[in-house]
């Protein structure tokens, strides 16, 4: 019969059992077409610094024993981004940490375009703006709505925004749409909008 163990990983550390570090609840919100998310809480001392600060880099991991396998599945990769604390008199201590998915960084990642301008001595030259025109990439080539999804993808990964592209359908045909000072997850569920049947999600 199988067992499963959750294990918990911070930044570069080995992974370790969510009972070893005093994690006495754990639950994941993944969501399609949304933000992840996971929230755990750890028994302490409610002014304690703590264990998974902001900005840790946190993967959930599930670990099935099946007789003599052992199969390891990232369910979870995030960031901290809050730590509410809790206390009840002379009773229970805790500290509660919520992880955003990468998701998170897409939304507040700007998103640019390449555009070309001439100078005043006519020769030409290129500069990122914060104006875009979904539909087309920087030299005006029209996309589909896949496309824009994966410029939009690369571009917050130029960025420093840790995913890798996974598939992307082609889409569909979509209007010139200019838009001004939106981030790339504004450009994502734009382009989401004329496929409703179509799912986007993090595989992990």
């Known amino acids: 019969m199988a067992t499963v163990t959750w294990y918990i990983k911070k930044n570069t550390d080995a992974p370790a059992t969510l009972a070893s570090l005093g994690v006495t609840g754990c639950v994941p919100g993944l969501k ?3 933000v992840d998310a996971i929230t755990f809480t ?3 001392d409610w002014l304690a610094a703590p264990l998974w ?3 840790t880099k946190v993967a959930l ?3 099935t024993v099946d007789g003599e396998v052992t199969t390891d599945e990232c369910e979870f990769v995030g960031t901290v981004e809050g730590v509410p604390r809790a206390a009840q008199g002379g009773g229970s201590h805790s500290l509660t940490y919520v992880a955003f998915g990468p998701a998170y960084d897409l939304q507040r ?3 640019s375009q390449e555009w070309t301008y001439t100078k005043d001595d006519g ?3 290129q500069i990122y703006e914060p104006t875009v025109v979904l539909g087309e990439d920087n030299n005006g080539t029209r996309l589909l709505s896949g496309g824009v999804i994966s410029h939009a993808a690369a571009y917050a990964i130029s960025r420093g925004v840790q995913i890798d592209l996974g598939t992307i359908a082609a889409g ?4 010139l749409d200019e838009r001004d000072n939106i981030k790339v997850w504004d450009a994502i569920t ?3 909008s004329y496929t409703p049947d179509y799912g986007l999600w993090f595989d992990y």
């Open 123 to 125: 020769t030409t030259a």
């Open 32 to 34: 399609l077409n949304g």
């Open 190 to 192: 734009a382009m989401l």
């Open 42 to 44: 750890q028994s302490d």
């Open 109 to 111: 990642c700007d998103y």
């Open 172 to 175: 569909v045909a979509v209007p």
């Open 61 to 63: 991991i599930k670990r």
């Open 53 to 55: 600060p902001y900005g």
